[in-house]
């Protein structure tokens, strides 16, 4: 039995040695456009009937993405709302710290976010014909744990993307 436990010790240190390790030492190419070679990607649009002006001033309020996503928590933008700022929130239980790569009053905003084994670049666009918005949004990521449980990862982003969009239609058409 001592050997088991010896054993079992042993194995979990080295994958925490691991893991720390994977965490510290990886870094990610912090660019404006999605990796499109990531394991996990993808690609969304809505049409929202309201001006892209109120939906880009939702999505750059950062602090105030609570009171319209429920997916979203403990949202802080540090700083002003311009390209380098940093921003924290979390989402799906994760904590993560974001940059800002692209801020482009009206049109686009684009971040970079790092969270445990992950690493994610967002785009979002919005684009006004008629009084209504199409927004779109891509987002990529990669890391140890999104390669690891890549279809996860996939299904998981998908569904949260769905549900992000929903929820500033919902709002910006109120």
Same mark, same amino acid.
């Given at each position: 039995?001592? *050997?088991?436990?010896?054993?079992? !010790? !042993?194995?979990?240190?080295?994958? /925490?040695?691991?893991?720390?390790?994977?965490?510290?030492?990886?870094?990610?190419?912090? /660019?404006?456009?999605?990796? *499109?070679?990531?394991?996990? *990607?993808?690609?969304?649009?809505?049409?929202?009937?309201?001006?892209?002006?109120?939906?880009?001033?939702?999505?750059?309020?950062?602090?105030?993405?609570?009171?319209?996503?429920?997916?979203?928590?403990?949202?802080?933008?540090?700083?002003?709302?311009?390209?380098?700022?940093?921003?924290?929130?979390?989402?799906?239980?994760? /904590?993560?710290?974001?940059?800002?790569?692209?801020?482009?009053?009206?049109?686009? %905003?684009?971040?970079?976010?790092?969270?445990?084994?992950?690493?994610?670049?967002?785009?979002?666009?919005? %684009?006004?014909?008629?009084?209504? /918005?199409?927004?779109?949004?891509?987002?990529?990521?990669?890391?140890?744990?999104?390669?690891?449980?890549?279809?996860?990862?996939?299904?998981?982003?998908?569904?949260?993307?769905?549900?992000?969009? *929903?929820?500033?239609?919902?709002?910006?058409?109120?």
């Amino acid at each position: 039995m001592k *050997k088991f436990v010896y054993s079992f !010790l !042993l194995i979990a240190g080295i994958l /925490t040695v691991i893991i720390i390790c994977l965490e510290v030492f990886t870094s990610y190419a912090v /660019t404006e456009s999605i990796n *499109k070679n990531a394991p996990v *990607k993808t690609y969304q649009e809505i049409t929202i009937n309201a001006p892209a002006q109120k939906v880009y001033q939702m999505m750059s309020d950062i602090g105030h993405w609570k009171d319209w996503h429920s997916d979203v928590e403990d949202p802080k933008l540090n700083g002003p709302f311009k390209k380098d700022s940093s921003f924290d929130w979390k989402s799906g239980g994760l /904590t993560i710290h974001s940059t800002l790569h692209t801020v482009v009053p009206g049109h686009k %905003i684009g971040w970079s976010g790092k969270a445990f084994g992950a690493f994610a670049i967002h785009n979002w666009s919005f %684009i006004e014909h008629d009084g209504r /918005t199409t927004v779109k949004v891509e987002e990529s990521m990669e890391g140890w744990l999104v390669s690891l449980l890549s279809s996860t990862f996939q299904k998981g982003l998908e569904n949260s993307l769905q549900i992000w969009l *929903k929820n500033l239609k919902a709002k910006a058409e109120k």
